[in-house]
């Protein structure tokens, strides 16, 4: 669910992101509905992208503001 709050609320569509993820549209809809689980690499990209953390985007926490980041790991952004 938080896949497709965020989506909403940076007024994106799927398309748009399963492009930024290179993946179809149809597997983008599969995760936010969790029909199929998101790789972790996935995941990495999706929480640099809207600045917050796994656990976020996972439910595991309610704190959208992201962990501190190595230097290295914010260039997978790109």
């Known amino acids: 669910m938080r896949l497709r709050d965020l989506r ?3 007024d994106l ?4 992101l399963a492009d930024y993820l290179h993946i179809r549209q149809n597997t983008y809809s599969q995760y936010e509905t969790g029909q199929r689980q998101i790789p972790v ?5 999706l929480a640099l992208y809207y600045d917050t953390s ?8 309610a704190e959208q503001r992201p962990y501190p ?4 790991i914010a ?3 790109k």
Do not use: C, F, P
């Open 41 to 45: 690499e996935t995941l990495v990209r």
């Open 13 to 16: 569509t799927q398309k748009a």
């Open 8 to 10: 909403e609320d940076h």
């Open 69 to 72: 980041r190595e230097k290295k």
């Open 75 to 77: 260039n997978l952004n």
């Open 54 to 61: 796994v656990d976020y985007l996972l439910g595991l926490t």
